[in-house]
């Protein structure tokens, strides 16, 4: 089955830095969605992005499709940008079964 | 407001005793799901439904029932053959087809003692 993996893993950051997380999937894939989970386990819709760029206020991400890779940019982090970030797609097109990334840990320091 | 509720938000258990999740959502959502999350772990998927009184296994259904009678609804009961109860449990709902995407309700806390 498809695999997704995510770097890093881990990532602290001092408040008003910028950062880059990755999303890597084995195959092609639909969909594309980024998330955010905050401390107390609630998971934030960011982008659904198939392909191409989007941004919304200090986040941005881009999809690169025939690569099959997207990247989430967050520029001047604050500590509320701490928790762990999912990258996420179905399976295949259409279906209703999503495969999640294996996060990535954010931690922003006041 | 539209949106997915779960509860209890927090559940403590006895072992060997089945508990039952609760999940809504008003989104007119197609299909719903429920996943798994250990402490510092990822999201596992454990049933899902794309239309009422049809649901499919996930990766992790061993221990796990549900029943999809309405389209709002679509609780989760963990049975006493689950080995590993307790964790972070997650419902979500979505409407692939329209390239909808993936929502999720706050989750529910289970604690098996």
């Known amino acids: 089955g498809i695999q997704v993996e995510q770097s890093p893993p881990d990532l602290i950051l001092q408040e008003g830095a910028n950062s880059t997380l990755r999303c890597n999937f084995s195959d092609s894939v639909n969909n594309l969605q980024w998330f955010h989970q905050n401390p107390w386990g609630q998971l934030i819709n960011l982008f659904y992005i198939p392909s191409g760029t989007k941004q919304n206020g200090r986040l941005s991400a881009t999809t690169v499709a025939t690569e099959r890779y997207s990247l989430l940019y967050i520029s001047s982090s604050q500590t509320t940008d701490s928790g762990v970030y999912f990258c996420a797609a179905p399976i295949t097109s259409g279906t209703y079964k999503y495969i999640f990334g294996t996060g990535t840990r954010l931690k922003v320091l006041a | 407001d539209g949106g997915i509720t779960q509860s209890p938000k927090y559940l403590f258990r006895k072992e060997g005793q089945n508990v039952t999740l609760s999940c809504e959502q008003n989104?007119?959502?197609?299909?719903m799901y429920w996943y798994r999350q250990d402490p510092g772990q990822g999201l596992r998927l454990i049933y899902y439904s794309q239309i009422v009184n049809d649901f499919q296994k996930g990766d992790i259904a061993e221990g796990y029932s549900v029943s999809r009678e309405k389209k709002e609804s679509f609780p989760l009961t963990v049975t006493s053959a689950q080995k590993n109860p307790t964790a972070f449990y997650l419902c979500?709902?979505?409407?692939?087809?329209?390239?909808?995407?993936?929502?999720f309700g706050e989750g529910s806390w289970l604690t098996v003692v």
């Open positions: 979500a709902s979505s409407t692939p087809a329209r390239g909808d995407t993936i929502y």
């Open positions: 989104l007119n959502h197609d299909a």
